[in-house]
C-alpha cells in the first residue's frame, strides 16, 4: 500500500489545526478505501500562541501525526523545504492548514499519477476569494517572471501539488539557502500535469502573508531564476551613454561655432536628477543580486530544527 504524506507548515494557527485535522481524517478513511495510506506532517515555524500544544496533542493521539518544530520563525519557504526532507512516503503533497486547498482534490491528482505523472499542479481556476490588489499582483508577478526568466511557472499555482518521492529527492538535493520553493520545485522537471480547481475561502484564523512580504518573495523569485535585470541595466546604461555622447558632440559644435549663452538650469537639473534616480535604481537592482550571493555565502542552515515529534 503507498504511503501519502501531507506537509502543513504553520505559524501561529491555533484556531485552524483542529479543522483540518478532523477533514484529514475522514480523507485518510477515503483513501483507504482506494488503497492508499496517508499521514500528516506539520512544520510549526516558530509559532507564539497555542500551535505547538495542540501539536503535540495530535501526535500523542494519532499515530499518522507527526511534527518538526524549528527554534525560530524562518519563513514558509524554509517551513516547506524542511517538510520534503523529513517527510516520509512515496507521494507528498503540501498543503495549507485553513482548508483552502481541499482534501477532495488529491484524489483527482492521485488519478493523474497513477495515469503516469510524476507532479501534478493545483491550479486555481478564479482568484474571487483575494482581494482585488492581490490578483492584479499574483497576474502581473507571474507575466514578469516568466517574461524575464528561463523557468516558466504555471499561473495561479501555490505550493499545493502531488509530487513522487524520486522527485522530492531531487528537490531536497538543491543547494540554495535563499529558498523560492515554486520555482525550486518547477525547476527539477520532470512529467507534469494541471488540474483545475476552485479555491475556497479561509474557514478559520487570517492569512500570515502581507503584502511587503508578498513584494520580497516575488522579488526573490525573480532574482533567484532570471539575471534579466542586470543585463537590461547594462543594455540601458549603454543606450544612455550613446546618448549622452551625442549631445556631448551636439554642446561642442554649438560652443565652436554659435556659442552657448547662460541659461539651461532647468535642463540641467532635470538632466542630473534623471541620470541620478537612474545610478540608484540601477545600485539597487546590482544591491539586490550582491545581497544574495553574500547570503549565500555564508552557508547558514535554511532552518534550525528545536525537536521533531513523533
Given at each position: 500500500?503507498?504511503?501519502?504524506?501531507?506537509?502543513?507548515?504553520?505559524?501561529?494557527?491555533?484556531?485552524?489545526?483542529?479543522?483540518?485535522?478532523?477533514?484529514?481524517?475522514?480523507?485518510?478513511?477515503?483513501?483507504?478505501?482506494k488503497g492508499y495510506a496517508a499521514s500528516v506532517l506539520f512544520v510549526d515555524d516558530g509559532s507564539k500562541d497555542q500551535t505547538p500544544t495542540i501539536l503535540n496533542r495530535l501526535i500523542k493521539e494519532n499515530t499518522n501525526c507527526k511534527a518538526l518544530v524549528f527554534s525560530r520563525n524562518?519563513?514558509?519557504?524554509?517551513?516547506?523545504?524542511?517538510?520534503?526532507?523529513?517527510?516520509?512516503?512515496?507521494?507528498?503533497?503540501?498543503?495549507?492548514?485553513?482548508?483552502?486547498?481541499?482534501?477532495?482534490?488529491?484524489f483527482e491528482m492521485i488519478t493523474a499519477y497513477e495515469k503516469g505523472a510524476d507532479v501534478v499542479l493545483a491550479r486555481r481556476s478564479n482568484r474571487g476569494t483575494d482581494t482585488v490588489v492581490k490578483?492584479?499582483?499574483?497576474?502581473?508577478?507571474?507575466?514578469?517572471?516568466?517574461?524575464?526568466?528561463?523557468?516558466?511557472?504555471?499561473?495561479n499555482v501555490g505550493d499545493f501539488r502531488l509530487m513522487t518521492r524520486q522527485v522530492?529527492?531531487?528537490?531536497?538535493?538543491?543547494?540554495?539557502?535563499?529558498?523560492?520553493?515554486?520555482?525550486?520545485?518547477?525547476?527539477v522537471g520532470f512529467e507534469t500535469v494541471v488540474v483545475n480547481y476552485s479555491r475556497p475561502s479561509r474557514t478559520e484564523g487570517k492569512t500570515k502573508f502581507n503584502y511587503i512580504k508578498l513584494w520580497n518573495l516575488a522579488v526573490q523569485g525573480i532574482t533567484s531564476f532570471s539575471t534579466l535585470p542586470l543585463?537590461?541595466?547594462t543594455y540601458f546604461g549603454s543606450i544612455i551613454a550613446f546618448i549622452s555622447f551625442l549631445y556631448g558632440l551636439k554642446i561642442i559644435i554649438e560652443k565652436i561655432f554659435f556659442g552657448?549663452?547662460?541659461s539651461g538650469y532647468a535642463s540641467l537639473m532635470v538632466a542630473i536628477l534623471f541620470f541620478g534616480g537612474v545610478q540608484l535604481i540601477g545600485i539597487g537592482v546590482l544591491g539586490e543580486y550582491l545581497g544574495r550571493t553574500y547570503l549565500e555565502s555564508k552557508r547558514r542552515?535554511?532552518?534550525?530544527?528545536?525537536?521533531?515529534?513523533?
Open positions: 500500500m503507498k504511503q501519502i504524506c501531507i506537509i502543513v507548515p504553520v505559524y501561529n494557527e491555533e484556531l485552524s489545526i483542529d479543522t483540518f485535522f478532523s477533514e484529514f481524517l475522514k480523507f485518510k478513511e477515503t483513501l483507504f478505501e524562518f519563513g514558509k519557504e524554509a517551513a516547506l523545504f524542511a517538510g520534503l526532507e523529513h517527510a516520509e512516503g512515496d507521494l507528498m503533497v503540501p498543503m495549507d492548514v485553513d482548508l483552502q486547498d481541499p482534501f477532495e482534490l488529491i490578483r492584479f499582483s499574483a497576474q502581473w508577478f507571474y507575466r514578469l517572471n516568466n517574461k524575464m526568466s528561463t523557468l516558466k511557472l504555471e499561473e522530492v529527492n531531487e528537490i531536497v538535493s538543491l543547494q540554495e539557502n535563499q529558498l523560492f520553493m515554486k520555482g525550486l520545485m518547477s525547476w543585463k537590461v541595466w552657448i549663452s547662460a542552515p535554511r532552518y534550525i530544527l528545536k525537536h521533531k515529534s513523533e
